[in-house]
Structure formats: C-alpha cells, structure tokens
C-alpha cells in the first residue's frame, strides 16, 4: 500500500480508502444478514494496507466497521464518517449533531473519530450547514471528540461542485468528499484549485460506479452526449466509446483504468472503493497502486470529457 498525507490534517492515509457505502454497502445492501461477510470484508481491506475507512450514519455499516476494527490499536486506523443532515426546520439541529456523532463513537466502539463530515450537502442545504451546523461541528472538535471537519458534496444534485466552490473559499473544512471520475473531472479546475491553496484534504468518489464498470451504460451515455453536441462528432467510436483506453493503454480493464486515472490526479489524497466482493476489492486496490496512465490516454479523454460538469457516472 501506497501513503500519503492528508492535506493540513497532518493524517498518514492509505491513498485507497474503504467506502463502506455506495451501491453495495460491503454487501450489505442485498443481503441485510450477511454482516459476517462485511466485517471480513473490512479486515480483509486493513489486511491489504488501507487504513482509511470511510463509513456514515445513514449506511447502516458503521456497526460493521466497530466489529471489524475491536482490538485493532486505534492510531493505527484513520475512522471517517458523516452525519446526515437534519431538517432546518428541527426544533434542535445543533442538538442533532450531538447525538449523531455519540451514537457513530458508541456504534464504533471508538472515543474519536478522525474525520466528521456533514454529509451530502446541496446547494439548497448551504445557508443552513454553514450558519446552524457548523458551530456544533466546531465545538465538537474543541473538545477533541472529531479531529477534524469534513463535508462531502451532494455530487449528483450538484455534479458542478457549486457547494465546494463557495465553502473553500470561505475555508469551512478540513477535509472534503468530491466526485471525480473520467466522465466529469470539472473539479480539477474548480475544487482542487481551492484545496491546493487552502490545504484542505481531498477524498475522490464515484471513480467507477455504473457507468464506468457497464459497458453497455458507458456507450449510451457518449450516445446522448455526441446528440447533445456535448461532445464532438466523431471523437469517440459509438460503439466503442472508450475502447481507445486500452490501445493506448495497459489497463486490463475499464474500472481498473478509472481508478488509476482519479488515483494519479494531482491534489488528490484518498480514492474510495466500495464493493461487496472479496475478489473485486483485491483487483480495485491493485488497481489503485498501479502507475498512471499514459500521458496521450489522459490527454485524449481530456479532449473528450475536460469540459464536461454534469455527469456523475452513476
């Protein structure tokens, strides 16, 4: 495992995280009573050399996590979750706050976490995380029960990074969850911009999803884009789409190319991978330790994809 450290946070992390939620929630998701196999899932993971794991209140895994991590030395492990946000019409947000973070340290069996984010916030939430939430969140870290704040973006309501944009300038976290993928690497020049200047610790999803591990997903989506006109006619093969990747490349496989590609990207500290597959996160975090791609492979889906803000890959 490759390590890096966490923009201003000073944290030593794994630069392949643990995604403890997704569309598998370590398996959990299609199979509510296979906890077993989840647990072993995330020992399997801190076997391999990742000690970032990223979990949240609203995935249902963080008991999960708790079993896998007892008995592990707790400095040994960076522990990420998030809080959903309560409505802003909740007799008691502040509050709220508070009784999320000591039910995650009480299902968690820590005294700590590491990285507390406010999760999913939109465009539509900002107002009420920055003026009502975040004075919770800072007293919290004063009295050293999170380390440090984080917030992860709600990327499908706000593929553009509308929310990071403003927030880093006002310098509100110490950690930030962004989507960027091959499809929609806009925040390259909207977000990491911000995080370089700031120091602000910077967390990658949605590498692969549907659209980038679904061939068939992935050759619709240049479909609509190439009608659209948003893409050019003619810069990728229909019914091919991506196919150039591995001319030009030696990637074996499309995600294993997508996390190379989010992995190498400067001011990126942390790439998450979520599945529920033994085998499939051996091959996802081999994939992440991988050299980069080759510079005309990343120029070319530059051409194509660099202007594009409003993909996801789901």
Request: charged share 25%; net charge positive.
């Amino acid at each position: 495992m490759d390590y890096t450290t966490l923009g201003r946070t000073g944290l030593r992390v794994s630069v392949a995280g643990l995604g403890c939620g997704g569309p598998s929630r370590l398996g959990m998701r299609d199979d509510p009573q296979s906890a077993n196999h989840a647990i072993g899932l995330v020992k399997q993971a801190i076997d391999f050399g990742v000690n970032f794991l990223d979990t949240a209140q609203n995935y249902g895994t963080e008991p999960i996590v708790g079993k896998a991590i007892a008995g592990i030395p707790r400095d040994r492990l960076v522990i990420s979750t998030k809080k959903t946000l309560p409505s802003p019409d909740h007799a008691n947000p502040e509050g709220e706050i508070v009784k999320g973070l000591e039910q995650s340290l009480k299902l968690m069996g820590t005294d700590y976490i590491d990285v507390y984010h406010l999760h999913g916030v939109e465009p539509k939430d900002y107002a009420f995380a920055k003026n009502r939430l975040m004075p919770a969140m800072r007293r919290l870290k004063e009295q050293g029960k999170i380390r440090f704040i984080g917030v992860t973006e709600g990327f499908v309501q706000d593929p553009a990074h509308t929310v990071l944009q403003e927030s880093l300038k006002a310098d509100l976290w110490d950690v930030v969850m962004v989507g960027f993928n091959l499809l929609n690497p806009s925040a390259r020049k909207t977000v990491l911009p911000l995080t370089s200047k700031n120091g602000a610790g910077v967390l990658g999803m949605f590498a692969v999803r549907r659209a980038l591990s679904q061939p068939g997903r992935v050759k619709g989506i240049c479909g609509e884009l190439a009608k659209k006109g948003a893409i050019k006619k003619g810069a990728v093969d229909q019914d091919d789409p991506l196919g150039f990747i591995f001319k030009e490349t030696d990637a074996a496989t499309l995600p294993e190319a997508a996390y190379r590609f989010c992995r190498h990207e400067p001011g990126v500290h942390v790439v998450l991978t979520g599945t529920g597959n033994p085998a499939h996160l051996k091959e996802n975090l081999a994939a992440i330790l991988k050299p980069p791609l080759p510079d005309p492979a990343l120029e070319k889906l530059q051409a194509i994809f660099g202007d594009l803000d409003h993909l996801t890959g789901n």
